[in-house]
């Protein structure tokens, strides 16, 4: 037996199957297995194999967040309240039918703004009534800050929107004043402590109506560091304690060029480990979701990437649709055919793992086109996936964007730098090939190049690199020093060619 033992690191994650929400089958009632099993956001192995979109019909907004700016004809951002173009509910439907034709494994159609989408209910609404007519076969999902909530739960319901995602960042006023200038509510606008209390009331209504009639909620809280970073903790207790499905806690988006109030006020957003950190502390019998890309408005692809400029309005209308069910699903049953592939090579990685007993814990970053195969080239990708691996197995834990290093057939050194500040607290990197150049910066920034397991399985290969490790650490012929923190990069936009699956 293998038993390495590293008194720097803290006890390894002895619970496979609930580290974050990559829960399978076995591991939740079936009904409930239903809605999430090809929900990119509610589940993590989906969000490897399944397409979202969502589609900007709703501009208006009930209350004013901090750290939101909302910018129309915007094509270089990704961040939420951004988008291209604002579109009514009946080229919203047109859209539907174009991506979910070319796209046969987009499943889940979201509204998510650009504003708050029940301050629109009448545009949201006959969204939702024109996809459900006509694609029947679509989730459909929406994301509000919960102040009309309670108003609207009953045509949610009838409507079988399962999913519902709510941004709770606070459950004190006293905290939500300094995240919430005002609310409009009422037919008045209500600012300071007064306006962060209804807010707050509104929103823990909506949650407790919402699962007490079976709609799966996720909670999105917006991590702040100074503001609302130690009392995240809080939310998560209270939200869980009225039967939220999943809570995901993101980095504050702020950066000048934002144009928003913490943007401009040099609010900073939270490090690659302060994040990890928090999102460990709330991790309990409550789903983490840790693979949150921050979409824009009217984001199209898997997550991780944004093939919206493929169907711009100009473009549907040259397109040729055909809403073909059929060949629908046939496609996912070959997504479903290599998503079992890839959950049965994981399993043969953890055996193998079997005889190792350690408390060594360490991260690795993946380049990836999806899948859960390490298939993109070093120099290729835009962003990073990183997996925390244990004696316990191996378990995702976010994402990092990067400048692409490869640029027109040469290495750009100041995006290797970008590379290196976002993956720093790596101990390698994965991809389907690195050049000599990058292996020499990675290597000598501490970081091991690792193209040996190109086009293999992602979760596979990285366990058995860990069993490796362990070993060489065992045997002294590596010392194992815990890495130090990262940056994380938001905002940029990641575009379909750098990470695009086609269908």
């Not at 991506?99 to 046969?104: E, K, L, R």
């Not at 606070?170 to 606008?189: C, L, S």
């Not at 007064?194 to 991590?223: F, H, P, W, Y």
Request: charged fraction near 25%; aromatic fraction near 6%; glycine fraction near 8%.
């Amino acid at each position: 037996m293998l038993n390495v033992s590293n008194s720097a690191d803290p006890a390894g994650c002895k619970a496979k199957a609930s580290c974050g929400d990559s829960r399978g089958p076995g591991d939740m009632d079936p009904e409930t297995w239903e809605k999430v099993k090809n929900h990119p956001c509610y589940s993590e192995e989906a969000h490897h194999h399944y397409a979202r979109m969502h589609v900007a019909v709703a501009p208006a907004c009930n209350i004013q967040c901090h750290y939101c700016n909302r910018k129309y004809d915007c094509a270089n951002e990704s961040r939420p309240g951004v988008v291209s173009e604002k579109l009514t509910p009946e080229d919203a439907a047109k859209k539907v039918l174009a991506v979910a034709s070319t796209i046969p494994q987009m499943t889940v159609l979201g509204i998510a703004g650009p504003g708050d989408p029940l301050a629109n209910p009448d545009k949201t609404f006959r969204t939702f009534d024109l996809i459900a007519e006509k694609a029947p076969d679509i989730k459909l999902c929406l994301s509000t800050n919960g102040l009309a909530l309670p108003d609207h739960v009953d045509r949610i319901k009838a409507l079988k929107v399962d999913h519902v995602t709510l941004t709770i960042n606070m459950v004190d006023p006293e905290v939500g004043e300094r995240i919430y200038p005002w609310v409009f509510y009422k037919h008045k606008r209500w600012t300071g402590r007064d306006a962060a209390k209804i807010l707050s009331e509104r929103q823990l209504e909506g949650l407790d109506l919402l699962t007490s009639n079976g709609i799966l909620c996720k909670v999105n809280s917006v991590m702040i560091p100074g503001v609302n970073d130690d009392h995240l903790a809080e939310v998560n207790q209270k939200v869980k304690s009225l039967g939220a499905f999943l809570h995901n806690i993101m980095p504050l988006i702020s950066a000048p060029e934002h144009g928003t109030h913490y943007g401009l006020t040099g609010q900073r957003g939270p490090t690659a480990q302060e994040l990890k950190a928090l999102q460990d502390r709330c991790e309990g019998q409550m789903n983490m979701m840790r693979h949150c890309r921050q979409c824009r408005a009217d984001a199209v692809g898997l997550l991780g990437e944004d093939r919206s400029k493929e169907f711009t309005l100009e473009k549907i209308r040259e397109m040729d649709v055909e809403y073909d069910l059929d060949k629908r699903q046939a496609y996912q049953t070959q997504v479903e055919a290599k998503r079992l592939e890839t959950r049965k090579a994981k399993e043969e990685g953890l055996k193998a793992l079997e005889d190792v007993t350690t408390d060594l814990k360490i991260l690795i970053a993946v380049a990836t086109k999806g899948q859960g195969i390490i298939n993109e080239h070093f120099g290729h990708a835009h962003e990073f996936q990183v997996y925390e691996l244990s004696g316990g197995g191996s378990k995702f834990v976010g994402h990092r964007r990067v400048d692409m290093y490869c640029q027109g057939g040469f290495g750009e050194e100041d995006a290797l730098d970008t590379v290196i500040r976002a993956i720093s607290d790596c101990v390698a990197v994965f991809a389907s090939k690195i050049g000599n150049c990058p292996k020499d910066t990675l290597k000598a920034a501490g970081i091991e190049p690792v193209d040996r397991y190109a086009h293999e399985f992602i979760e596979k290969s990285a366990l058995a690199y860990f069993k490796e490790y362990a070993e060489k650490v065992r045997r002294g012929e590596v010392v194992h020093i815990p890495r130090g923190d990262a940056e994380i990069r938001t905002g940029a936009l990641v575009s379909a060619g750098a990470t695009g699956e086609d269908a």
